[in-house]
Every structure is written in structure tokens, then in C-alpha cells.
């Protein structure tokens, strides 16, 4: 029985835990998979035939362990885990465990630093070269990543964002050569491949996270730079169904200066939460025009509804650029008083 349990693979394990689990707990975990990971597990669930209280128990033991491990290892990184556990497991068991989770889950490099203040690690890195820092806030939550961000030279601003939005892929030796840097009190395992992170919407993401102030600064020193990065990442900030975070006032104001063939066109495929609010800042009688206009528009190209709404955030984009209207952000900047 013990070799039969050896030979198990991972997706005949799984395959076990979700029978041993039941469908309801089974579907749930459905929701998380990708369908080739859905489409591998099913098959495999349907060529089990029969599964022996052993097999059930061993599997349900090793889920429940890794369960707990990651659970230690979100408390205090993997060596503070791997302490807990060999005090309840030995150290032999802890060892297998941990192996098997750092290889099955990944931890996240930087993991001690997401748990830490964005103070806390200003401190660490704001004297690193410019491409230690994008590398270090690009593995950092936004919100961490966009605190630290606002709180660095001017100068520095622009060059780090354009260095997150251009990174690609970074070797385990770098990463964790800097993480031996920072982390001082815990320590953390990376994984042995290559891992991809920056890239565009990772900037993005860090800038709608900062005050306006903040990203002014760093969007007019990127246009400077590279134009053609700059006009990518303003328009990936703002997108038409953003439309639903401005105030009344400002989606009215958007309403009078939009034309209004390009309004028809973005609303034919908007949601339903894009259209309630814009039809509440018309008057009854233009939104009940809109609509019947809608009705009859018929089918439209992908292209030219992308388009039109492109025209639209633009303008979004040029009333806030004068002060007509606020795009809600991060930073103290947008508060209305």
C-alpha cells in the first residue's frame, strides 16, 4: 500500500482530494482553474475508479499539511514555517513539506516586503540604483508601490516608471541577491525560473495609485523620454467604463463636450452600470432618444466602437487636464473641499 501511494502523481492527488471533498466544495474550487487545468482534472477524476481509505487519508493529510504550511508561511515568510513545523512534525517532514509547497505554490518573491510599510522599505531602497527600486516596486502591491513612488526624488520619478513599464524578465540569482539585501530579519525562497513582472499596466497600475501631482510630474518627464510609452500608459489610465468613478457633475460635463454619435456608438456595448449612470445625467428626454437611437443603430464595427470610445477618455482625460473635472486617485490632492 505504502508504494502504491508513492506513485500517485499530482493531478491523480488532486483528482482524490476533490472525490474525498465532494461536489459542492469541488465546484468552488472549478471557479479558480483555468479550463485546460479543468479539463485535465475532470478526465482524470473520471478514470478513478475506486478510492481506498488509505489513499483518502493519505491525500487529505498532505492537503491539510501544505494547507498549514502556507498558512505559517503568509504569517512570517518560509523559515519562521519551517520552524513551527519541525517543533510539531520533525524535521525531515517539515522539510518535505515546505519543498513541496515552494514547488507546487511559488512563493512570490519579495513576499517579506508586501507585509512591511512603505516607510519601512523606502528607507531600504530610496539610495539603490533606479533599477533596483523599479525592480523592488514591481513586485510590491500598487498601493505599497505607488506610496513609495510619490515619496522619491522628483528627478527619479519618470525613470523608475519607465523602467517598471519596460521590464521583462529578471534571472533568480538578481532577485535574490537583492532580497538578501532587504529582507535583514526573514528570509525568503524564489523560484528557479525566470519571473515575469513590470511591463506597461504595472506602471499603470502604480500611477492611478498616486497623487495627481505625482503623475503629472513623472507622464511629463516620460513624453520627454519616450512619447510613444507615455501616450500608451496615459491611455491604458483611464478607460470608458471608468466613467462610472466620476461624480454626476463631471459625467455631465463629459456629456455636453463628447459627440454624440461617438456616446451612441461607446454605449451600444457598454455595461449596464456604464449605462445607468450615463442615461441618469441626461435629461429624460435625451436618454430616451439615445436609446431608441440605439435600438435602431444595428450591428457595429468592434473597431469603430473602440474608437469612439478612445474619443471619449481623451476628453475625459482633457477636462481633467484643465481642472474642469476630477478623476478620483490616490494622494491628498483630490480631495474637494
Do not use: C, W
Request: no cysteine; aromatic share 4%.
Amino acid at each position: 500500500m505504502a508504494r502504491q501511494k508513492q506513485s500517485l502523481t499530482g493531478k491523480q492527488k488532486a483528482a482524490i482530494l476533490l472525490i474525498s471533498l465532494g461536489p459542492d466544495v469541488s465546484a468552488q474550487v472549478y471557479k479558480h482553474l483555468t479550463e485546460e487545468e479543468i479539463d485535465k482534472l475532470t478526465l482524470e477524476i473520471s478514470s478513478v475508479k475506486k478510492v481506498d481509505s488509505g489513499q483518502k487519508e493519505s491525500v487529505l493529510d498532505q492537503f491539510h499539511q501544505i494547507a498549514v504550511a502556507q498558512d505559517y508561511i503568509s504569517q512570517g515568510g518560509i523559515n519562521y514555517a519551517k520552524s513551527i513545523l519541525e517543533k510539531a512534525l520533525g524535521q525531515k517532514e517539515a522539510t518535505d513539506i515546505v519543498n513541496r509547497l515552494t514547488s507546487s505554490l511559488q512563493v512570490k518573491p519579495f513576499d517579506f516586503a508586501r507585509k512591511a510599510e512603505p516607510t519601512q522599505i523606502l528607507n531600504f531602497i530610496q539610495n539603490e540604483h533606479p533599477q533596483t527600486i523599479a525592480l523592488v516596486l514591481s513586485y510590491l502591491d500598487a498601493e505599497q508601490a505607488s506610496q513609495i513612488l510619490s515619496e522619491l526624488p522628483q528627478e527619479m520619478q519618470a525613470d523608475i516608471a519607465k523602467r517598471i513599464a519596460v521590464m521583462d524578465s529578471t534571472s533568480p540569482e538578481i532577485i535574490y541577491e537583492i532580497e538578501q539585501v532587504l529582507e535583514r530579519k526573514l528570509s525568503t525562497s524564489v523560484t528557479q525560473d525566470y519571473t515575469q513582472t513590470g511591463g506597461i499596466q504595472a506602471v499603470v497600475e502604480v500611477l492611478n495609485g498616486v497623487d495627481r501631482s505625482t503623475e503629472r510630474t513623472i507622464l511629463d518627464a516620460l513624453e520627454i523620454q519616450d512619447p510613444e510609452l507615455a501616450e500608451e500608459i496615459k491611455k491604458r489610465m483611464f478607460v470608458f467604463e471608468d466613467i462610472v468613478t466620476l461624480d454626476n457633475r463631471a459625467i455631465q460635463r463629459v456629456i455636453r463636450e463628447v459627440e454624440n454619435d461617438d456616446l451612441r456608438l461607446s454605449l451600444k456595448v457598454a455595461s449596464e452600470e456604464v449605462k445607468e449612470i450615463v442615461f441618469k445625467n441626461m435629461s429624460n428626454r435625451m436618454a430616451e432618444t439615445f436609446k431608441e437611437e440605439m435600438e435602431f443603430m444595428g450591428p457595429v464595427r468592434l473597431r469603430d466602437v473602440e474608437e469612439a470610445q478612445t474619443r471619449i477618455v481623451s476628453v475625459v482625460r482633457r477636462l481633467e487636464e484643465v481642472g474642469e473635472i476630477v478623476i478620483a486617485r490616490g494622494g491628498g490632492d483630490d480631495i474637494i473641499v
